[in-house]
Each structure stands twice: as C-alpha cells, then as structure tokens.
C-alpha cells in the first residue's frame, strides 16, 4: 500500500513539473475553470437558500385567498360575498384583507399598503417596512406626506418601523388604520380587497376551493400549496435562467476544455513518446495525465465553491444582484441562511470535475497506446 | 518536507478543504443563528397573512406573482410584450400551479 501511495506521489511530483512548465497556459486554465464553478456555485447556492426560506416562511401564509374578478381583472369584494362564504361547511373562519398599491412618486417606487388585522393603529399613523426606512429615510416619529388619488394629500407620522431581519416579506410595508386606508384609496364601506379563508380539516382545502368556485363563479380561490408551488416554480426557473444566460460560458470553457484536451500539442505528444522511450508504461502515462486533469479540475472545483460561499453569504451575492433587482427601486436587504446539501455538492463536482477528467484521458489514452517512435515522429 | 510539489500541493489543498468544511460548520451556525428571525418573519406572515416575498417591487404582477391576476403582464394592451426586466426571471403562467381550480 505504502508503495502505491510513493509511486503515485512520484507521479503526481513529475505532473506538477510537467504543468509548471506550461505555466501561463495552466494557470490561466485554473483561473477561468474556479471561474466557472465560482458562478454555478454562486446561483445554486443563492437559489437553493431564497427557495428553502421563502418556502419555510410561507407554510404560514393563509390556506386560502379568495379574490374576485370582473372582467378578467381583480375586482373589490363585495359584502354579499362574506355571508356566502360564511355558509360554507368546513370553513374555520373567514377574514377580510385590505391593502393596495401606491406608487409614490419621490422615490418613484410602489409600496404596498395594509391594515393589520391583528395589530391596532391609530388614524394618522403607519408602520412602515425596512426599506422605507433606509431608502425613503423614514424613521420613527418622522411624518410622511402622500398624495391620495383624488389629489387630497394626507400627512401620517411614523410610529414603528417592522424589524429588520422580516425585511425579505415586509421590505415595502405601509401599515395603517382602517379608516385612513378606506379615506386614502376612496375605498367603498363594506368592500374589501380579498378575503382569506382558515380550513378546519386541512386535507378538505382542495374541496373547499371547488365548492367556492361553484358557488361564486366569478371568484378565484388561491391555495397555500399553489402559493408555495408558484415559488418553487419560480425559482428553478430563474436557477434555469441564469443558467440558461451562463450556457454560453459553459460552452466556451467545454470548448476549451475539449480543444486542450483532444488536440495534443506537439511538446505533449513527445512528452509521451519520450517517458514510453525511457520505459514508462502505457498505464504511468494514463496515471500521470489523469493526475494532471484532476489537479487542475479539483483545485478549481475546491476554490471557485469556496469563493461562491462568500460571495453568496457575505456579499450578498453583488455580482448578481442587478439581474435580480431588476428596475425596482425598493430592494430588501436580506441576509440568507446558507441550505447546502451533499446532492447539490456531488452534482456540482459530477458536473465540473468528471468531465474535464474524461476529456483529458481519451486523447491521451491513444496516443499512450501507439509506438513511441510514431508518436514522436507525427 | 514541502520541496517537493505533490505536498505543497496537499498543503493548498488541506487548507482549501479546511475552508470548505468551515463553510458547512459556517452554514449550521448561520442557520441557528437565523432561525429566530425566520420565525419571526414566519410570525409577521402569519399576523399579516402575507402571500408574497417583497423581491420585486416594480409592478404589481411582480410584486405578488401568486395574487396577481394570470395574464396581467399582458393587459396593456393584447399584444404587449412583458416589458420589466424582472419578468424574464419569473414565468408569465406558471404551468401546473393553476390546473386544478382555474
């Protein structure tokens, strides 16, 4: 056992030599490898922590919405709506959400504004979202003033800000009173945006959202396991899509893999014939050059993960950032709680490591197998 | 001992897998250490009955994806292509999620 270790030893020191002898070549090989895996460690770790928290946070989101629409468009609900509802066996209880969008034109930037059910606010005040606080510069005891839609403009003191670490569901927030909501938006006594639904027995929540839509034709029942789905949904497909953008390097570096690995140059080729000359063995040769592809693709696989970790957890991931911004103004800042699994490791060194390896063995195996003269000679 | 290449190279590669491992030790305490303001942000989901996370604020259809109504990116008029840059990372109808109720 001893022997074989020294023996591979031996070999991995003569590859070393042989790569330091091509030095700019290998290194920028390395580089542009830890790159690429630096980037599909980057969007696999980051989508994997966003899909796993925002998941875990929304197993607490209501079981059902139920929203109503004319025309196609979601439209106001209704107070004959609720006595509908409430007749409906199984429904634990029935709550009416009011909430809506303004655009607020200072920042140029649309806020989501809601009446809490579960917290009292007095006329004339709001909470208001992280964000609000460090891009608006709203603090507590600070006043606002909005313009309403019928241009009437009403001034509200903030009196709390909703803590920071809720910042990826709350970044955009502007809580107030029923009564400054309904003045504010013009909005009709009695109708509210939509209503959420608590089910008694969870496995009827399918039923219910059927029985609903019997019942009020016009109304759009939304369930908690379609929330959690269209997320799901969404982030394989925004992983599939930066990836999709990033096939092009991917190809790039395959391409330059293959193009390494398959076109032997002339030094490499007589290289080969040489150590068979000296009496190496067609098996040292293959051993050799596996060692060669495999220092190469683990050192990158080992650096680029680590790297791609502290770009994601500790910095927040800026490389991206911009495509995931998109044009919005209100942008929460979120700390992620790293989800790394031993499947998404093996996937990603199955996806990186294996290939180079193979690619750099076949060519050599052929030329490893003919006559050293022939080698030498071509 | 380090002259010769093969344990200088064991020796980058010890230390980069020791910073791997305490990137796994790094996640389990980043974990526990998150997981009061996740149940927090749980708590605030669950008082307010929140739907969505606050990823994209430029328009509504972005902003709740899971409220908004299925072909709203394309209400401006019908033949308008979706034209925020967030809209390329999130589906216009996403398949599967609506098939049973709508």
């Excluded at chain 1, 609900?77 to 509908?84: E, R």
């Excluded at chain 1, 019942?215 to 929330?227: G, H, K, Q």
């Excluded at chain 2, 009061?36 to 990823?55: C, F, G, K, M």
Aim: charged residues 20%.
């Amino acid at each position: 056992m001893n022997d074989w270790i020294e023996r591979q030893r031996h070999l991995l020191d003569f590859t070393l030599t042989s790569l330091a002898r091509r030095k700019t070549k290998n290194i920028g090989l390395l580089v542009v490898f830890t790159l690429l895996v630096f980037v599909l460690a980057s969007v696999s770790l980051y989508t994997q922590a966003l899909r796993s928290e925002a998941v875990r946070v929304l197993e607490q989101s209501p079981e059902i919405v139920v929203q109503r629409l004319v025309a196609g468009r979601h439209d106001l609900i209704p107070p004959d709506y609720l006595v509908g509802i409430g007749r409906l066996r199984g429904v634990r209880s029935i709550e009416t959400r009011l909430w809506g969008y303004y655009y607020d034109p200072v920042l140029k930037a649309n806020y989501t504004l809601m009446v809490p059910r579960t917290r009292t606010i007095e006329q004339g005040e709001i909470v208001v979202g992280p964000a609000l606080e460090h891009t608006r510069g709203l603090g507590t005891n600070t006043g606002i003033s909005l313009r309403a839609y019928s241009g009437e403009l009403h001034t509200f003191l903030v009196t709390d800000v909703l803590p920071h670490e809720t910042e990826l569901m709350s970044a955009d927030l502007v809580l107030m009173n029923e009564d400054d909501f309904r003045r504010f938006f013009n909005f009709p006594d009695g109708h509210y945006t939509d209503i959420v639904l608590s089910v008694a027995n969870p496995r009827e929540v399918r039923n219910i959202g059927l029985k609903l839509m019997e019942m009020l034709p016009d109304a759009r029942p939304i369930l908690r396991e379609e929330v959690l789905r269209t997320y799901n949904s969404i982030y394989a497909w925004r992983e599939g899509l930066l990836l999709a953008l990033l096939s092009a390097s991917i190809l790039a570096f395959g391409i330059l893999a293959w193009e390494k690995s398959t076109g032997l140059s002339a030094d490499e080729r007589r290289e080969i014939g040489i150590l068979k000359a000296i009496g190496w063995e067609t098996g040292d040769v293959i051993r050799m050059k596996f060692w060669e592809g495999f220092v190469i693709a683990f050192s990158a696989f080992l650096f680029g993960y680590v790297l791609a970790y502290v770009h994601v957890f500790y910095l927040r991931f800026f490389l991206f950032e911009p495509v995931l911004k998109g044009w919005a103004v209100l942008y929460p800042r979120f700390a992620l709680t790293p989800q790394i699994d031993a499947m998404q490791l093996i996937t990603l060194f199955i996806f990186t490591v294996v290939p180079y390896v193979a690619a750099v063995l076949v060519p050599i195996w052929r030329a490893a197998t003919t006559d050293p003269d022939t080698v030498m000679r071509s | 001992m380090l002259r010769r290449p093969s344990s200088r190279l064991f020796t980058i590669w010890i230390i980069a897998l020791v910073a791997m491992t305490a990137s796994f030790v790094d996640a389990w305490r980043l974990a526990r250490t998150n997981d009061a303001a996740i149940e927090r942000t749980a708590e605030l989901v669950e008082q307010l009955r929140l739907t969505d996370p606050v990823l994209f604020t430029e328009a509504r259809y972005t902003r709740h994806p899971t409220q908004a109504d299925l072909h709203s990116a394309f209400q401006s008029h019908p033949l308008a292509l979706e034209h925020f840059p967030s809209g390329t990372l999130i589906p216009p109808t996403i398949r599967g999620a609506y098939e049973r109720l709508d």
